[in-house]
């Protein structure tokens, strides 16, 4: 059976194709500061943006995007200008984006279980062609500003009083990473979901650290692992009536435990 004679099947690939390659090329920098929550997080706001959606009758692609960038700045805003620490931020983004977007998704006429679900958990038949249009642009995008900063948010990530000596703002690269990442989920969450996203942007990532010594090598290996996971696990998704974001995920888990045994067994 011919997959992509499928016009669904086509651009649930393309949108697979973005989140495989973008994912862990954010990802990478999460790991390095060991944020790599921050991603579950931005997916709980976007739900929001999600019911949002559904009540007011527009986008939700847009809408979660708006809303999970205006979640990104809340909390960077909690982090830097309150006591509160950033675990404890993280933990308040959790709980009241998961909670609005359920609350508002209730609330719509439109909204139902199964409507959220198909952003929850991805959905192969559901994803638009104005979908993957608006995901490409976002792709394109947030990849331009990962070329144009790339070098201040490594050296942010690193250590932050270095890369603040050496000139770099911090706090404003801190920032762009909060927003990044607050895109990436919304990104992917067509065809991974908002509630597994944050683990194709995590996992590669420490999949390909098993293996390689440093940020860039771990850059590259991430992405190629990401791709192949996205690409393979919706194929095999469709294949047999499988969840697209289960199946990608657990693939990519997979690949990171083959990895780690690998490098035990090889370890002195």
Sequence with gaps: MNLLAYDFMQRALLAALIIGLLAP???????????????????HVALTGVGLAFLVGTQPILMALVV?????????????????????????????????????????????????????????????????????????????LLATFGRELFLMSLDPDLAH????????????????????????????????????????????????RSFAATAVGGVIIGVLSAVVGLVASFSFDLPPGPTIVLLALAVFTAAAVTQAVRSP
């Excluded at 090329?25 to 997916?43: H, P, S, T, Y």
Aim: charged fraction near 10%; avoid cysteine.
């Design 25 to 43: 090329l954010v990802g990478v920098f999460l790991v390095q500061r060991r944020l790599a929550l921050l991603g579950d997080g931005m997916g």
């Design 165 to 212: 000596v050496q000139g770099v703002r911090v706090r404003a690269m801190s920032l762009l990473l909060s927003v990044l990442t607050a895109v990436t989920v919304v990104i992917g969450m067509r065809t991974v979901g908002l509630l597994l996203v944050s683990a194709i942007m995590i996992v590669p990532v420490a999949a390909a650290q098993q293996f390689t």
């Design 68 to 144: 999970a960038v205006v979640g990104a700045l809340v909390v960077e805003i909690i982090r830097y200008r309150s006591r509160t620490v950033g675990d404890v931020a993280l933990a308040l983004v959790f709980y009241g984006g998961i909670a609005g977007g359920v609350l508002l998704a209730s609330l719509s006429p439109s909204g139902s279980a199964a409507s959220l679900n198909q952003y929850l958990f991805g959905s192969l038949a559901t994803v638009a062609a104005s979908d993957v249009v608006v995901l490409a642009v976002a792709a394109v995008v947030t990849g331009a």
